[in-house]
């Protein structure tokens, strides 16, 4: 991955990899998903780019220490422009205390304000995103079915992963850029072949044809892209 924008706003979770040989290493169960691993905190841009994945930590690690150890909040003074305030990162409430946006705690004992909730909302619905990211990395399989190789290489498994991954986003926001390319290149042919039909409505079969030909054979491109 790119070196990060000490400006860019980030979403942030993280995620236990579980880990299957864990004999001799109890600092790798996890409380929290009830089985062994290695945290990992993730982080994409607004925009939806996969931004950076920290170094592997314990599994016992919490989210709060996992962020703070990796080092994304520590963002020097002189990377920032004159002024400027280090970005605002956006996470869960695992991250409540270090200064990101956080969805709010219910007070003890008492309701959620109206307007909290609707703060909340507002919150899970950027924050989501990065669930996406994760789900993505995870159905490697390497990753999917729980590592089992030696606990030392999962380092250079998940730089190979992570590789691979940025590769597959790039391709499929390529074939995103191509599809809408399509859709607006297949609408001005309809607007084309409408007026094609005022002068000679007896061609309507043949516009037809050429609309349907162009839209099969750019679909098929994308595909094998």
Excluded at 58 to 79: I, K, N, Q, S, W
Aim: hydrophobic share 35%; net charge neutral; glycine share 8%.
């Amino acid at each position: 991955m790119e070196d990060l924008d000490p400006t860019a706003q980030l979403i942030v979770d993280g995620t236990l990899l579980e880990y299957w040989s864990w004999k001799g290493h109890p600092e790798l169960y996890s409380g929290k998903h009830g089985t062994t691993g290695l945290n990992v905190q993730v982080a994409r841009t607004l925009s939806g780019t996969l931004a950076r994945v920290s170094d592997p930590q314990d599994g016992c690690t919490h989210d709060a220490e996992a962020l703070r150890r990796c080092g994304l909040l520590d963002v020097p003074p002189a990377d920032l422009p004159d002024g400027g305030s280090p970005p605002r990162h956006i996470g869960d409430k695992g991250y409540i205390g270090l200064g990101m946006i956080t969805p709010k705690r219910k007070p003890p004992c008492l309701p959620l304000h109206p307007d909290d909730k609707a703060y909340n909302t507002t919150v899970n619905q950027i924050r989501y995103k990065i669930e996406r990211v994760i789900a993505n990395i995870k159905t490697w399989r390497v990753l999917h079915a729980g590592y089992r190789r030696p606990l030392q290489t999962f380092p250079t498994t998940i730089t190979a992963i992570l590789g691979r991954a940025e590769v597959a986003h790039a391709r499929d926001q390529a074939r995103a850029t191509l599809a809408a390319g399509v859709l607006n290149n297949t609408a001005a042919l309809v607007g084309l072949a409408e007026q094609a039909h005022q002068i000679a409505p007896a061609g309507a079969p043949y516009y037809q044809s050429i609309i349907r030909a162009y839209a099969l054979s750019t679909a098929q491109d994308i595909a094998e892209f």
